[in-house]
């Protein structure tokens, strides 16, 4: 049985920081990082970018640590291998070949995985996800013959999707099942204001509606909606949501709540685990609450606090959480918590109409999250109000003022 001072279960962003931060602190202990992908480091960001699929950039270019970083650094990469059991109490691993891997010290940075359908004609040719660079690969390969595209769902890989799509030439059709586009995180106003870009570009929008059959032979050649509508289509691309696989951990004794349970240093419920990325639910110190946050910049830090604790220097994360994406000519970014739920304030600032608007979200007198279209350039400003905490529950008015600069609230 191999052995491993510290073992990083997943090669994602969040891993590769965590052995870089423990490289950086112990030179000697062995690494080594299992990961279920044969590739290593890469640019999932990257994967959802039109220029990256149309080709425009470098396919080299999705590669961020190659062979010699590994090997600079003495960490063992594993790749290929999904751990499937846990056994805390031996401080075992066990992999999908057969093999198990003892550890001193483990990281779970498995990520997440993508929601899969289940209707029929869902394992045809042409039905797509994008998780991996495998993903990416079949999606580039098929808009180079299909005609129709579909996407469904009504967030960011869906809205990223369409718009790569549309780019490469295609007929394209969004499916969501909710009322209007990135329900319930924006409001139907800004909901709108992303659904008119899309229109405007060409693209079909099909809401309140579900595909229930997929037909063809062996390839997609039509979509059946469940109010008996048909769609000619070659491509489909669902971006439906993700799931965790929590089963093998919660037989471990770990506890898993909507994701991995870690406290503000991603330290689980057992000693000797920590956890980062997509898969952990943290304690985030600056919204006081128990959040899950998958994107890269949070996954980047997370695993390098998860390394340092791993080698003996604890430190808390505390770190606003963000995402952005453009398409349709329309800059998108949700900062901190941007759901508006029950007892929280929410300010608008700008409008739809100007193609201009924000919602700032506050709870308790403070900046909590934010929506922003058209209006990214304040990202950095109200970013610094949710870290500092700044009571702004007189500020209201300037708040809502879309042409008051919210660098005045720092001061």
Not at 16 to 45: C, F, H, K, T
Request: proline content about 3%.
């Amino acid at each position: 049985m191999q052995g491993f001072k510290y073992l990083i279960i997943g090669g994602g962003a969040a891993g590769v920081s965590a052995a870089d931060a423990i490289r950086q602190n112990n030179a000697a202990g062995s690494i080594a990082i299992v990961s279920d992908e044969p590739y290593m480091l890469y640019s999932r960001v990257m994967l959802s970018k039109p220029n990256f699929f149309l080709g425009k950039v470098p396919f080299d270019q999705v590669w961020l640590k190659g062979e010699e970083w590994y090997k600079d650094k003495n960490i063992a990469f594993l790749g290929g291998k999904t751990a499937t059991a846990l056994d805390v109490a031996a401080k075992t691993v066990s992999l999908s070949n057969g093999d198990k891997i003892s550890y001193d010290k483990l990281l779970i940075a498995t990520g997440v995985n993508t929601r899969k359908i289940n209707i029929p004609g869902a394992d045809k040719k042409g039905v797509h996800y994008l998780r991996s660079l495998e993903d990416g690969k079949a999606i580039m390969a098929g808009i180079k013959t299909a005609k129709h595209a579909v996407t469904v769902g009504g967030g960011f890989i869906g809205f990223e999707m369409a718009d790569l799509m549309q780019l490469a030439g295609l007929d394209t059709t969004v499916i969501i099942l909710e009322p209007y586009f990135w329900d319930p995180v924006l409001d139907e106003a800004g909901g709108l204001m992303i659904e008119r870009a899309m229109q405007k570009a060409g693209v079909k929008i099909i809401k309140n509606a579900e595909i229930v059959e997929i037909t063809g032979d062996k390839a997609v050649n039509e979509i059946v909606l469940k109010d008996g509508r048909r769609l000619p289509c070659e491509m489909i691309i669902y971006g439906i949501g993700t799931i965790a696989n929590l089963d093998w951990l919660k037989t471990a004794g770990l506890t898993t709540h909507r994701g991995l349970v870690a406290n503000e240093f991603m330290e689980t419920s057992l000693p000797g685990v920590w956890t980062a990325g997509d898969i952990a639910e943290y304690k985030d110190l600056i919204l006081g609450e128990n959040v899950v946050m998958g994107n890269w910049v949070s996954a980047h830090e997370q695993g390098r606090i998860a390394g340092l604790g791993m080698a003996g220097k604890r430190q808390a994360f505390r770190f606003v959480s963000f995402y952005t994406t453009q398409g349709f000519d329309t800059r998108v970014a949700f900062v901190g918590d941007a759901s508006p739920s029950p007892g929280r304030v929410v300010i608008p600032r700008g409008s739809p109409e100007i193609g201009s608007y924000a919602r700032i979200i506050l709870a308790n007198g403070e900046v909590e999250g934010a929506t922003l279209l058209n209006r990214t350039q304040e990202m950095g400003a109200i970013s610094k109000l949710i870290e500092r905490n700044i009571d702004v529950s007189a500020r209201h008015k300037e708040l809502g003022n879309a042409d008051f600069d919210l660098k005045k609230l720092l001061e």
